[in-house]
């Protein structure tokens, strides 16, 4: 059994029937409560506009709890003791009056996580409505992406919370940042000098981040399609990962030096020119093709679709870093829909030694990577050359792993969902997972850039197919300086 490590609380989920909680947040929550990480007096109050019976949609969400946690997680003991924290609440977040009901459930004692599982048009109204009723002072809100669609309006969304919720008590969440790998990104950079001294332009020559999806749009297309690819995927996400990956090593591991060392590398990133966009950087929407060895429709032939957007469903692009530790390497990001299989990794390729010893024929493969795979199979893997066996094979060099495959290695141990452990941080009232007003804005300010370029411009997505690794400009993009995607097949 595991200590108690949090104080209780009043967990307030809005939007307690939308995709989110029923597929995420509940069961995280669920996953918490069997590990003995829930006070026995926290309780969760569920908060929807759907109408109807407490006790109907109690069922609901315990038939989809159950759903989503599956057999090989599911005990029924503690999901009996879970409901047992659970009490729906019918609100329309626009109306303070509908707001007294979780006041007086909340009460005065407890500390209050409302958390904004909603548009984040409603975030200001929901901020001013909990204000109306007394809960401010002892709350914490958490706030999902996407803030805003560009600088603007994240700020106008967050200058709303703000009027109500200071910084220190504002938690953005990105779930990349709750992955346990990209924790190991800290360690393994800071508490290991065989790293953190090669950590530069001096020895690495480029890195590559990709996320990839192997699923179209699944019924968002009204989100997405507002969105794309830059906005859902590029701005948060792979910005904030590269920002772990490049950044200086921070003072100490308090939230703000965390976060200070994150806004440096965004604010230092190179603006790509309007002719770097032809060259830097590709856009792409999927057309029909293959998936899983079945027939899949093209982004435009998507139930409910607009035949006529020009929304990427695709970008590659090439960034680089105005500082000294960076000078000359550049990241390539990628990240893409209905991709040959679901795979998010970051590749460090270091560079080659200086004086060359072996067979000319082999140089080529004469490369160290240190691969940091965050789904599936979280792990890191270092190749590393070494010379093959048997007495016939002189000083043929093979490459090969060192690594750690984290499912491997701690057998008995579960691997936490990311928003699990998302979830225990704003509990404990740590904030160094969540991301930082001026990081939104710093982010914001690059991708801007991009998306005004790309309207001045005119130029469509390119098209590639379904199942594939996206546009051939985007093998292009990186083959231009002599390199080429890590494992594409």
């Keep these: 059994m595991h200590s108690i490590t949090v104080e209780p609380c009043t967990f307030a989920l809005f939007g307690a029937l939308g995709d989110l909680a029923l597929r995420k947040l509940f069961p995280a929550l669920y996953q918490l409560d069997g590990a003995d990480l829930l006070h026995e007096d926290t309780r969760i109050i569920a908060l929807a506009r759907e109408p109807g019976s407490e006790q109907q949609h109690l069922a609901f969400i315990a038939a989809e709890l159950r759903r989503y946690v599956g057999d090989k997680d599911l005990n029924e003991t503690v999901v009996e003791r879970f409901l047992g924290r659970l009490t729906y609440l019918h609100v329309d977040f626009l109306k303070a009056d509908d707001y007294v009901a979780l006041a007086e459930q909340a009460g005065s004692a ?156 965004l604010k230092a990133l190179a603006p790509i020119s309007p002719e770097g966009l032809t060259t830097q950087v590709v856009r792409g929407q999927y057309i029909a093709g293959h998936s899983e060895g079945k027939s899949v429709p093209g982004y435009l032939e998507e139930p409910n679709s607009n035949t006529q957007s020009d929304t990427e469903t695709f970008v590659a692009l090439r960034a680089d870093i105005r500082n000294w530790r960076w000078a000359g390497v550049p990241f390539y990001l990628r990240t893409g829909k209905r991709m040959p299989q679901k795979l998010s990794q970051i590749v460090i390729h270091f560079k080659e030694p200086s004086h060359y010893i072996f067979a000319p024929e082999q140089r080529l493969q004469i490369s160290n990577k240190l691969i940091i795979r965050l789904q599936p199979d979280e792990g890191i893997s270092l190749r590393v050359m070494t010379k093959e066996q048997g007495l016939d094979k002189g000083m043929q060099l093979r490459s090969g792993p060192l690594q750690l495959n984290f499912s491997d290695t ?34 914001w300010t690059w991708c801007d850039q991009l998306i005004a370029g790309w309207k001045k411009s005119g130029d469509a997505p390119k098209p590639y197919a379904a199942g594939s690794w996206g546009p051939m400009s985007s093998i292009a993009l990186i083959t231009r300086d002599g390199r080429s995607w890590y494992g594409d097949i």
Excluded at 151 to 175: C, G, M, W
Excluded at 415 to 437: C, S, T
């Design 110 to 265: 407890q500390q209050v996580i409302a958390y904004f599982a909603t548009p984040a048009a409603v975030y200001g109204a929901i901020c001013e409505n909990l204000a109306k009723v007394g809960l401010c002072e002892n709350t914490r809100v958490v706030l999902e992406k996407p803030i805003g669609s560009d600088l603007e309006s994240s700020r106008k969304v967050n200058d709303a919370v703000a009027q109500f919720f200071p910084e220190n008590r504002t938690y953005r969440i990105d779930h990349y940042l709750g992955k346990e790998t990209v924790q190991n990104l800290i360690a393994l950079r800071f508490a290991n000098s065989l790293f953190e001294t090669q950590w530069n332009q001096n020895y690495i020559s480029h890195v590559e981040i990709t996320v990839a999806e192997k699923v179209g749009i699944e019924g968002r297309w009204g989100y997405f399609d507002k969105a794309g690819q830059l906005r859902d995927m590029i701005q948060n996400h792979l910005l904030q990962l590269l920002c772990l990956i490049a950044m200086d090593p921070p003072a100490d591991l308090s939230a703000d030096s965390i976060r200070d060392e994150k806004v440096k590398v």
């Design 410 to 443: 701690y057998r008995s141990a579960r691997i936490p969902d990311a928003y699990e452990r998302l979830l225990l941080e704003v509990m404990n009232g740590n904030q160094n997972l969540f991301v930082r007003k001026d990081e939104i804005e710093a982010a």
